[in-house]
């Protein structure tokens, strides 16, 4: 997560378990972000009020506001309140989605199932219980003709959720399937850049709400001409200590310190081993849309609430204009091409002190790395960079529900500049939105307890279940592990086999050191798996 931060600031290459081979992270492959301005930053969403620009951020080191927002303002935004249940909420990327079997999901604390229907070719987005005994259909199965079935007594329901068959019910007797009571309900749900999103209200009235209201649109994501891959990790701990998180790259050079690597500026000398420096960050617009942010002019930065968070940057590189290959020296015509990344965290909140993290690095160089690299690596080396800071974060949370999430800017000390765009959300959070997540009384208030550090960091059940490419990675490893355990049984049961003068003294030598390379390679393997598949700390005070 937070590596994603760290490219908001300078060029910077990952440290992962592929760093042996010399494999690098391709979103953050070197290159210098230039001076960066509003033309240049492209625009989500369609809402654009107009609002008095203004920064939260002193000219000293301050997090105070510059240049507050006159009365008028005041006024004005006191009555804009942000309505949790009136926004679109991203559920999951379609590339991690299996057409053949219903999916579980929770967001906003709503238990909901996502399933194909292949009879109107759409992603739909239900309520995860049966109207028969609240059985969750996740749990059901896509029958013969497409419905969602629901395994407990069998009730089918098509895409609309009307209820199409009941079968306890007589033939000849009345309709009952036909009753409302029957029907299930359906969330308004639409696929945008690839990621299935619904609108948390079943109401009818909200039937076509899509053509009123949109989610955030990122053009990169279906731009052909940039990468796009994507991920999801289910995180323990919330939406609001993750979304501050990702805009906060000054943490990046302590958190992810031998994980990331940062470039100093030049003629800079270090002030610590860490390489932490001053940072000018400043909020330039907020309202209840969101915020637009300034980073040091070598990058922007917006706020989409309640979810999307996009950082854009661009550098500039000469190209042979001849053959359009990148060179440092030559005789041939040169030409400018500007090189543009962002930085997309989709932060979608789950349920008091859970959330899930969608995201996508874009960007218009280096497309053949994807190509070439499986998704799931570029996952390994991610998850440990989320793993780096899970559980300080995790126990952070629980310190500021402690001390009152509204009394945030009381507890916390953010004297610099480099707490700008947190102090940013904060801002946004408290003034429009309530100061947290409105749960609607479906949660006391407290947090669930701490489970042991082994399964609070646990990468199978928050990322390799939900990802299909790192599950078949997981399945592929190991069988591949079994293999090689086989093959070391069987190459010393050859060798036991044979007579001893029917193999020569060479090849049983062959043969037996062949044995406990199988066997070493297996042992390998399965560490590597445990490791990159299931758990792997992170201590920071050995780093």
Same mark, same amino acid.
């Given at each position: 997560m937070e590596s994603m931060k760290a490219s908001?600031?300078?060029?910077?290459?990952?440290?992962?378990?592929?760093?042996?081979?010399?494999?690098?992270?391709?979103?953050?492959?070197?290159?210098?972000?230039?001076?960066?301005?509003?033309?240049?930053?492209?625009?989500?969403?369609?809402?654009?009020?107009?609002?008095?620009?203004?920064?939260?951020?002193?000219?000293?080191?301050?997090?105070?506001?510059?240049?507050?927002?006159?009365?008028?303002?005041?006024?004005?935004?006191?009555?804009e309140k942000f309505d949790w249940y009136a926004q679109w909420y991203p559920v999951m990327p379609v590339c991690d989605l299996d057409k053949r079997v219903p999916h579980a999901k929770k967001v906003m604390g709503l238990d909901v199932v996502v399933w194909w229907d292949r009879n109107e070719c759409a992603w739909k987005v239900f309520e995860d219980s049966c109207p028969h005994r609240l059985a969750?259909?996740?749990?059901?199965?896509?029958?013969?003709?497409?419905?969602?079935?629901?395994?407990?007594?069998?009730w089918c329901f098509n895409g609309s959720g009307d209820c199409k068959f009941i079968p306890q019910a007589p033939p000849d007797g009345p309709p009952v399937h036909t009753f409302k009571k029957a029907c299930v309900g359906v969330y308004p749900s639409t696929v945008q850049n690839d990621i299935v999103w619904f609108w948390p209200n079943t109401d009818p009235q909200y039937k076509d709400i899509i053509m009123e209201r949109k989610p955030p649109y990122i053009?990169?994501?279906?731009?052909?001409?940039?990468?796009?891959?994507?991920?999801?990790?289910?995180?323990?701990?919330?939406?609001?200590?993750?979304?501050?998180?990702?805009?906060?790259?000054?943490?990046?050079?302590?958190?992810?310190?031998?994980?990331?690597?940062?470039?100093?500026?030049?003629?800079?000398v270090k002030a610590d081993r860490e390489g932490g420096r001053p940072l000018q960050l400043s909020i330039e617009r907020l309202d209840i849309n969101g915020f637009e942010a300034d980073q040091e002019q070598r990058s922007r930065s917006k706020f989409f609430p309640p979810c999307v968070f996009v950082f854009y940057a661009y550098t500039d590189s000469m190209v042979d204009q001849a053959n359009g290959s990148e060179s440092s020296a030559g005789t041939k015509k040169k030409t400018s091409v500007q090189r543009k990344s962002s930085l997309v965290f989709i932060c979608v909140p789950v349920s008091p002190g859970n959330?899930?993290?969608?995201?996508?690095?874009?960007?218009?160089?280096?497309?053949?790395?994807?190509?070439?690299?499986?998704?799931?690596?570029?996952? $390994?080396? +991610?998850?440990?960079?989320?793993? *780096?800071?899970?559980?300080?974060?995790?126990?952070?949370?629980?310190?500021?529900?402690? @001390?009152?999430?509204?009394?945030?800017?009381?507890?916390?000390?953010?004297p610099t500049k480099s707490d700008a765009l947190v102090v940013g959300f904060r801002k946004w959070l408290n003034r429009y939105a309530g100061g947290q997540v409105d749960w609607r009384g479906k949660y006391s208030g407290d947090l669930p307890p701490t489970p042991p550090r082994e399964q609070l960091m646990d990468r199978y059940r928050s990322h390799v279940v939900n990802c299909r490419s790192c599950?078949?990675?997981?399945?592929?490893?190991?069988?591949?592990?079994? $293999?090689? +355990?086989?093959?070391?049984?069987? *190459?010393?049961?050859?060798?036991?086999?044979?007579?001893?003068?029917?193999?020569?003294? @060479?090849?049983?030598?062959t043969i037996v050191l062949l044995a406990v390379l199988f066997y070493a390679s297996s042992r390998w393997l399965a560490h590597f798996i445990y490791k990159n598949f299931h758990y792997h700390d992170y201590n920071h005070a050995l780093r």
């Open positions: 908001s600031l300078t060029s910077l290459s990952i440290r992962t378990a592929f760093d042996r081979t010399q494999f690098r992270k391709p979103m953050f492959l070197n290159f210098h972000f230039g001076p960066i301005t509003r033309s240049s930053f492209p625009l989500v969403g369609t809402n654009q009020p107009k609002f008095k620009v203004f920064t939260t951020i002193s000219s000293t080191d301050s997090t105070e506001t510059k240049n507050p927002p006159d009365s008028e303002l005041e006024t004005r935004s006191k009555d969750p259909l996740s749990e059901g199965r896509i029958d013969q003709r497409g419905r969602l079935q629901c395994v407990y007594h069998g053009s990169e994501i279906d731009d052909p001409s940039y990468t796009k891959l994507m991920a999801n990790r289910d995180i323990p701990y919330g939406y609001e200590v993750l979304i501050e998180n990702l805009m906060d790259p000054a943490h990046v050079p302590y958190a992810h310190y031998g994980i990331m690597r940062m470039q100093q500026p030049k003629n800079r959330s899930r993290l969608i995201w996508a690095f874009p960007r218009n160089f280096g497309l053949w790395i994807d190509k070439v690299v499986p998704r799931w690596m570029f996952h $390994v080396g +991610q998850n440990l960079i989320l793993d *780096s800071d899970l559980y300080l974060l995790h126990i952070e949370e629980r310190k500021i529900i402690d @001390a009152g999430p509204t009394n945030w800017q009381k507890a916390c000390f953010v599950s078949v990675a997981y399945k592929g490893l190991n069988v591949l592990e079994v $293999v090689l +355990q086989v093959a070391s049984v069987a *190459s010393i049961g050859i060798v036991a086999a044979v007579k001893q003068g029917a193999m020569s003294a @060479a090849a049983r030598t």
